[in-house]
């Protein structure tokens, strides 16, 4: 007995050397740190929770006012950005006024380079701890994917890769309540022209579709997502779909000083007054855009809005805030801020408390 455990122990260990070497350590690139890869995903389910579909016009209204969960888990790694998503974050959204959370998710940084392109186990559980908060504080949930830099680089080359990820989100997600809505990609840019980009999500619908044949998607145009970007593009015959847009307009007042915006120190002071101008090229660029939606008979999210808060005077951001948010909602577009706790923020995470002038602008107090 003794010798027969001796030979197993000692085989044990052989065969552990004979192991692929421990993942490096995460470098400034951690999009090239291999993953264990799991031979299959597993499915997420919360007990109590079943789907049943919704129409997506009756999702969207439900999706009413919501807020963006920025900074965290679409930094390269969750904390890099100085925004760690805490419990009593929802509670306080709910709480707020928001029925929603919109989670920017860069899923492209923690799954393998080579296929499979299995997504971390340990992320994919960061993620569902994510949903599960938002749904027990009666938030919608719309998961995306945000930064994918290497389909922006080469659309080609990673689209088998952008599948397989949302394979593996769908497929993880599938039984989970019709609150939790898929959002496939984050303002396609670079080699996603609008061409491109309108065959790649149809082919990430049917990707998606496998397993969720059901759940409401949103839809979005190339060239950043913004208020133009829908009219390059044919809606997919699909009777889920939500179709969103960025408004970030006049970028000169909402990028002021963004140290991500290349040139934008040069618009540090630029107000927004609500002149009788302003208001009109708002209203304009809502209209264009609630008319593209109606005539393709789908209900209109604007995913992200906001100004950044360093520079720009806060007068004049509650009363941009304030105008985009009744201008869209005079339409029946529902929206969700950009963003929660960072730079756009709503919520001053150092004295823990809302960001009064901009959160009554958002919900209308
Ligand atoms: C887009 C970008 C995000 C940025 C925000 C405001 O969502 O992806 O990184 O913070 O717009 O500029």
């Given at each position: 007995m003794r010798i027969l455990a001796c030979l197993m122990i000692c085989l044990a260990a052989m065969s552990a050397c004979s192991l692929p070497p421990a993942p490096p350590a995460r470098t400034a690139r951690p999009t090239h740190t291999p993953v264990v890869s799991t031979s299959a995903t597993a499915t997420f389910k919360l007990s109590g929770r079943t789907f049943e579909p919704l129409d997506p016009f009756e999702q969207n209204r439900a999706l009413g006012r919501g807020v963006n969960l920025g900074n965290a888990l679409e930094a390269p790694v969750?904390?890099?950005w100085g925004m760690v998503l805490q419990e009593e974050f929802f509670p306080l959204i709910r709480q707020a006024g928001f029925a929603t959370v919109r989670v920017p998710i860069r899923w492209s940084a923690h799954a393998m380079r080579e296929p499979p392109y299995t997504i971390s186990p340990r992320f994919f559980q960061r993620v569902d701890w994510v949903i599960e908060n938002a749904l027990n504080n009666d938030l919608n949930v719309v998961i995306n994917m945000h930064h994918y830099e290497e389909l922006f680089r080469d659309a080609s080359g990673e689209r088998d890769r952008f599948l397989a990820l949302w394979d593996q989100i769908a497929t993880r997600y599938r039984d989970l309540p019709a609150e939790v809505v898929f959002e496939p990609l984050n303002e396609p840019h670079g080699t996603l022209t609008s061409g491109v980009w309108q065959r790649?999500?149809?082919d990430v619908l049917a990707v998606v579709r496998r397993t969720n044949p059901r759940r409401n998607v949103i839809f979005?145009?190339?060239?950043w997502g913004g208020p133009d970007s829908l009219r390059g593009m044919k809606r997919p015959d699909d009777p889920h779909l939500i179709a969103t847009f960025h408004y970030y307009l006049p970028f000169q007042f909402t990028h002021q000083g963004a140290e991500w915006v290349e040139g934008s120190n040069a618009w540090i002071g630029a107000t927004w007054k609500g002149t009788g101008n302003q208001r009109a090229q708002i209203d304009y660029d809502l209209d264009q855009v609630a008319r593209w939606a109606k005539d393709n008979?789908?209900?209109?999210?604007?995913?992200?809005?906001?100004?950044?808060?360093?520079?720009?005077?806060?007068?004049?951001?509650?009363?941009?805030?304030?105008?985009?948010?009744?201008?869209?909602?005079?339409?029946?577009?529902?929206?969700?801020y950009w963003e929660f706790g960072?730079?756009?923020?709503?919520?001053d995470r150092a004295r823990r408390q809302w960001n009064e002038?901009?959160?009554?602008?958002?919900?209308?107090?």
């Open positions: 969750e904390g890099e790649l999500f149809e979005t145009g190339a060239n008979g789908i209900p209109l999210w604007m995913g992200e809005f906001g100004s950044y808060g360093k520079y720009a005077d806060i007068e004049s951001r509650e009363r941009w805030t304030r105008y985009v948010a009744r201008a869209a909602e005079a339409r029946g577009i529902s929206w969700a960072a730079g756009f923020g709503v919520y002038p901009i959160l009554n602008a958002l919900i209308a107090r």
